[in-house]
């Protein structure tokens, strides 16, 4: 398989029971946790490029922030464990 059928087959979701509304729902969020629903409107007009610059900004600020914010709590999970220095 080429890479662009692994893609699709992460996005393929099968209806059971004639069930479409919980199939439905279900390639949505999966949609949106990837951030194609977001690119597909975003692409939908023109976006001026310093509105472009300030959401690429803000994006590289809020992913620096999460990593950061993640290796603390993972220091703090492992300092709450009973022998936090395990050898």
């Known amino acids: 398989m080429r890479s662009k059928h692994v893609r699709m087959l992460a996005r393929t979701v099968m209806v059971h029971n004639n069930d479409i509304e919980k199939s439905y729902n279900l390639l949505n969020r999966i949609l949106s946790n990837e951030g194609i629903v977001n690119e597909a409107?975003?692409?939908?007009y023109f976006e001026k490029p310093c509105v472009q610059r300030n959401r690429l900004c803000f994006e590289r600020c809020?992913?620096?922030y999460d990593?950061?914010?993640k290796r603390k709590v993972n220091l703090l999970s492992r300092k709450n464990r009973v022998d936090p220095h395990p050898r």
């Open 67 to 69: 990593s950061e914010m």
């Open 41 to 44: 409107q975003r692409l939908k």
């Open 62 to 64: 809020r992913r620096i």
